[in-house]
């Protein structure tokens, strides 16, 4: 039976009469990677924080490798791997003064010093760059070299903070590589993202909305969450096409969306939808959800109870797996 790395039972935090995360409750197994997805302002950050001993919560009982987060924080500190999601290196050093300096705030001295920062070198790609200014590095060299200096003490977790943010396509393929390796290893993974596409790489993925837990297992099994069937439809009229969807033309539907430039369609698992009425001329295929398409169920299910109670909602920003064509900016 795998040991719990995490373990959080009712974990809060409160900014004044502001709640930021709202009793979540989680159970992170050894050697996983659990994907923590939300939009913009949801709580994913503080709740990391609080995980790295960061910062205290206001209430409830969390674990991080058997160290209690209210009492042993310090401690917590100084055996777990955090990369923040903004930029946290020394942009006016070199790589390699980079390396050197957090290898010292970890304490590593020596030869092994030495091997460490060889083989983050190596990790990271940035063999014969070592003299380069960390702040004139491309984002994905320098989320690589972020990512060198925050396990060279060799964590047993690593809290990855939107690690990928900013950078294009290859270079976030090219660093889940090096997450997949990592947790191959035994090391612990909990990352921040709101790329859906990403939550396909981890074992576990738990979504947060408002600041509580409103889903936590497989992706697989999550996917098993919405009801009926989904249809991806194309058209070159996809705006009136849902227009028309959303004043019942097709009769009640459990769902409709854009999806890219596509409309996703979930209905009744009894119910088929062939190109015929306002469909004619459409492509129709029926589809298996994807993990974008379970955040939308989830949310609007959430926002739904919300408005129910008198709560003001919404979903906030989420960004698909594939994104508009255009230059990727670094940030």
Not at 77 to 87: C, I, L, T, W
Request: hydrophobic residues 40%.
């Amino acid at each position: 039976m795998p040991r719990a790395a995490v373990e959080t039972r009712e974990l809060t935090k409160k900014f004044g009469s502001f709640t930021a995360v709202d009793h979540i409750t989680m159970s992170i197994e050894e050697g996983s990677v659990y994907g923590f997805l939300g939009p913009n302002g949801s709580g994913k950050s503080t709740t990391i924080r609080m995980l790295c001993g960061l910062l205290a919560p206001t209430s409830g009982v969390g674990l991080v490798l058997g160290m209690d987060l209210a009492r042993e924080g310090r401690k917590i500190k100084d055996q777990v791997g955090y990369m923040s999601q903004k930029f946290s290196l020394y942009p006016e050093m070199t790589v390699i003064e980079n390396l050197e300096l957090y290898s010292g705030l970890y304490g590593l001295t020596g030869p092994d010093k030495k091997k460490r920062i060889e083989e983050m070198l190596a990790l990271a790609g940035l063999g014969g760059r070592e003299d380069e200014y960390a702040g004139r590095l491309s984002g994905g060299w320098r989320q690589r070299l972020a990512l060198g200096c925050a396990i060279l003490h060799r964590p047993k977790i690593l809290f990855l903070d939107e690690p990928t943010s900013g950078v294009d396509p290859k270079a976030r393929r090219l660093f889940w590589d090096i997450i997949y390796d990592l947790a191959a290893d035994g090391t612990t993974v909990m990352v921040t993202t709101h790329f859906m596409d990403e939550a396909e790489h981890c074992d576990k993925v738990a979504f947060i909305y408002f600041g509580g837990l409103i889903a936590d297992d497989t992706p697989a099994n999550l996917k098993k969450l919405i009801p009926g069937r989904l249809y991806e439809i194309g058209s070159d009229n996809a705006f009136d096409l849902l227009a028309k969807i959303a004043q019942g033309a097709v009769g009640p539907v459990t769902d409709s969306y854009f999806f890219g430039e596509k409309i996703h369609l979930l209905v009744d698992k009894d119910r088929e939808i062939e190109a015929e009425g306002i469909f004619r001329g459409a492509s129709i295929k029926e589809i298996s959800p994807s993990m974008e398409d379970v955040f939308t169920y989830l949310v609007k299910n959430e926002s739904g109870r919300d408005l129910g109670s008198g709560r003001i909602s919404g979903a906030g920003e989420i960004r698909p797996a594939i994104a508009p064509a255009g230059p990727v900016k670094e940030g």
